[in-house]
């Protein structure tokens, strides 16, 4: 079995119109959320064995607050630009190319995407993962390689105001 674990970033700022999508950073709430999220993983025994994120500013920045908190490298994570401007085909193809000698993984990304790549792995019907939510999908696999549509199950699914409003 493997499990993989996505996360949308947390929330981010809107408020400089010179900025471009990619730099965007995290907003106050957004900085607030995360470790909150983390923490919570953290008390689930969360330990990923592998983080693969987006580079953009503000998936990247939510991987490395929870890198603080689940005590993983930050200099470790795996960056991958198919994440920010790909589809679901492209993060399949990540997942595939994980290799197996990592059982759990935690993928860092971007909505629609994001929602939609897990309602693809679970056969789920999540509407919309809210900023800095996390899906755990356990999937019935040897091997990453064998991923595909309806091979996980939905384990749970976790946001920031199910527990304390990150505002």
């Not at 792995?121 to 390689?145: F, P, Q, Y």
Request: charged share 25%; hydrophobic share 40%; aromatic share 8%.
């Amino acid at each position: 079995m493997k499990t993989i674990y996505l996360v949308r970033h947390a929330k981010s700022d809107w408020g400089n119109a010179h900025t471009t999508d990619f730099d965007r950073a995290l907003n106050d709430r957004g900085m607030k959320s995360a470790p909150l999220m983390a923490s919570l993983l953290k008390k689930k025994k969360v330990v990923p064995e592998l983080i693969i994120s987006s580079p953009a500013n503000r998936a990247l920045t939510t991987a490395e607050l929870f890198c603080e908190i689940l005590g993983y490298q930050k200099e470790q994570i795996q960056k991958r630009i198919e994440i920010y401007e790909g589809g679901t085909r492209q993060l399949l193809k990540i997942v595939h190319e994980i290799d197996n000698c990592f059982e759990t993984a935690m993928l860092f990304g971007h909505n629609p995407t994001i929602t939609q790549f897990s309602n693809l792995l679970a056969g789920n019907h999540l509407e919309n993962m809210v900023t800095c939510g996390v899906v755990r999908i356990d999937m019935k696999v040897k091997s990453w390689n064998d991923a595909a549509s309806d091979t996980g199950q939905l384990v749970w699914y976790e946001f920031p105001k199910k527990h304390h409003s990150a505002d």
